[in-house]
């Protein structure tokens, strides 16, 4: 992996997304299990959906895998049917939290504004957030997919993530659980103009924040992604539900 000024460890983060019952974690179990015998160089965390999240901390504790939320709204409590707070996922010994998501964007109707307050108040909540954005087919078929990416990034992140632990996580929505994923080019163009703009608005930590992608990253694709300049990590959706493809994706990094 080739990044620019500190380079942190890499951050390879599963996002399960509206998949796991009971017997998930026993998968989680299996991954920090091979973890423990052979450590890993990349960081890594889990995002399971709000029901297990207590459970997978407890699972995990005492591992070197993280959990996280996979959204959060950004108020701290209230009248908010079916949401759940950054303070909440803190609450259930989460220690990160994904903000952003297309499918949260595309689902919700979520706008850059209320990604931006939501990584406010997971920053009060003390967890640090992974930030995505990514554009649609047809902006990539109109030219305009760095353009529109920039535009999405500059809007989501808050002046309050100075000096802060975050992560963006690039995900062109059209490889998003699709198998298609963007080409090696198209990934180091992206990487490079999120990179100068992290660098626009952070100054020196700007060129350490890990830029994850994020699109049908599996075991088969997951070195050549991995190893491609600004690539920080990857947001694995599918292959992080078994241990065996997620753990082949860790060792990648
Ligand atoms: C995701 O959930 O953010 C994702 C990239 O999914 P998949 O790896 O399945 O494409």
Same mark, same amino acid.
């Given at each position: 992996m080739t990044q620019s000024s500190t380079t942190p460890r890499p951050l390879i983060a599963g996002n399960?997304?509206?998949?796991?019952?009971?017997?998930?974690?026993?998968?989680?179990?299996?991954?920090?299990?091979?973890?423990?015998?052979?450590?890993?160089?990349?960081?890594?965390?889990i995002f399971p959906p709000a029901t297990l999240l207590h459970r997978l901390a407890?699972? &995990?504790?005492?591992?070197?895998? &993280?959990?996280?939320?996979?959204?959060?709204?950004?108020k701290t409590s209230g009248a908010h049917t079916g949401d759940i707070s950054a303070e909440m996922i803190g609450d259930a010994n989460g220690t990160m939290v994904i903000v952003g998501h297309s499918e949260r964007r595309t689902d919700h109707g979520e706008t850059c504004q209320h990604v931006a307050a939501k990584v406010e108040a997971a920053l009060v909540a003390g967890l640090e957030p992974i930030i995505c954005v990514g554009e649609s087919l047809e902006q990539r078929q109109a030219g305009e997919a760095v353009s529109f990416?920039?535009?999405?990034?500059?809007?989501?992140?808050?002046?309050? &993530?100075?000096?802060?632990?975050?992560?963006?996580?690039?995900?062109?929505?059209?490889?998003?659980?699709?198998?298609h994923v963007a080409s090696v080019d198209n990934i180091i163009e992206m990487h490079a103009a999120i990179r100068a703009e992290l660098i626009s608005l952070f100054g020196e930590q700007g060129g350490g924040v890990p830029i994850l992608y994020g699109g049908s990253v599996k075991p088969?694709?997951?070195?050549?992604? &991995?190893?491609?300049?600004?690539?920080g990590g990857a947001l694995v959706g599918g292959a992080s539900l078994k241990a065996k493809d997620f753990l082949a994706i860790i060792e990648a990094a």
């Open positions: 399960w997304k509206m998949n796991g019952l009971s017997v998930a974690l026993d998968e989680a179990r299996a991954v920090a299990a091979a973890l423990d015998e052979r450590p890993a160089a990349a960081r890594v965390a407890d699972v &995990l504790a005492g591992s070197v895998v &993280l959990v996280g939320g996979q959204d959060c709204h950004a990416v920039i535009g999405q990034l500059h809007n989501s992140l808050p002046a309050s &993530l100075k000096g802060q632990a975050f992560s963006v996580a690039y995900e062109p929505i059209w490889a998003i659980g699709t198998g088969d694709n997951a070195a050549e992604i &991995l190893a491609a300049p600004e690539v």
